[in-house]
């Protein structure tokens, strides 16, 4: 089945975290596919600045201020979507991060609450507040972004995170065949690490990226856009017998 080069035109896509890094990439690219874009962040100046280039680059896109960690900030970015362009097609769960670096027994009640309320009630309340809405129209894909900590664990430094993202994995199983015959597919993507701002709000050393990158056997950390890439296809027309699965995107690490 070939891809309809039009498929995006006329739709439009819904990105948490969209001030920076996966988040901006992906807002970019779906923009260039022909999508409108609602990019909802807690950073007014990075989200602002998104929409300057997706706008740049001749797309249409409107920017919301939003705290994920808050439901009533969340429903009203997907009503502002709703309300402005009469659909919402798409919903990219970008929102997240590993907040600090620390050993497991370095962990307080205070990062823990932090890193579940961001990483999975955030998308938790993302995804109730859109589905209605899909399920009305019959018709919706949703991408979460997870991580390759879940697989690891994230021990020694991310522990918190690596649980956190282990719940968004089974957080897209259970609603992906919860709703896949009701033309619903959720997917959710595990990058290895990414070279976005991510590394320093996480308080990531030199010395740590260095270990990191030499355990990923191409060398690098991903870039932003490789992994934007990725989401914009999932959600396209060429696969659509994809859901619940989570994608991991390597280097051909991030396993140990």
């Keep these: 089945m070939a891809r309809d080069p039009d498929f995006f035109k006329g739709k439009t896509a819904v990105i948490t975290g969209a001030g920076s890094g996966i988040g901006r990439a992906a807002a970019i690219i779906f923009a260039r596919e022909g999508a409108r874009v609602l990019c909802g962040d807690i950073d007014h100046a990075g989200g602002a600045e998104t929409v300057r280039q997706v706008r740049a680059a001749g797309g249409e896109a409107l920017f919301v201020p939003v705290d994920v960690t808050r439901r009533d900030e969340v429903r009203a970015l997907i009503r502002f979507g709703i309300d402005t362009w009469g659909r919402v097609d798409f ?5 997240g991060s590993a907040l600090k670096r620390c050993g497991f ?3 307080d009640d205070a990062l823990w609450d932090r ?3 961001l990483n999975v ?3 938790f309340f993302a995804m109730q507040e859109v589905l209605p809405h899909m399920l009305e129209r019959g018709s919706g894909t949703i991408i979460n972004v997870a991580s390759m900590a879940h697989k690891r664990g994230g021990p020694g430094g991310s522990v918190h995170y690596a ?3 282990g719940a968004v994995v089974t957080l897209t199983m259970g609603v992906a065949r919860e709703f896949a015959d009701r033309g619903i597919r959720c997917l959710s993507v595990s990058p290895a690490s990414v070279a976005t701002q991510f590394q320093a709000a996480s308080g990531t050393s030199r010395e740590m990226e260095d270990r990191i990158i030499a355990g990923i056997p191409m060398k690098r950390m991903a870039e932003a856009d ?3 890439e990725l989401v914009v296809f999932l959600c396209s027309d060429a696969c659509p017998f ?5 994608v991991y995107v390597s280097g051909g690490g991030g396993f140990r």
Excluded at 91 to 95: D, I, M, P, W
Excluded at 242 to 246: F, L, P, Q, R, S
């Design 91 to 95: 919903l990219f769960n970008s929102a």
């Design 105 to 107: 027994l370095e962990i």
């Design 115 to 117: 890193s579940y309320d």
């Design 121 to 123: 009630k955030g998308t």
């Design 163 to 165: 649980s956190a993202k």
């Design 226 to 228: 490789e992994i934007g």
């Design 242 to 246: 994809m859901t619940a699965d989570t």
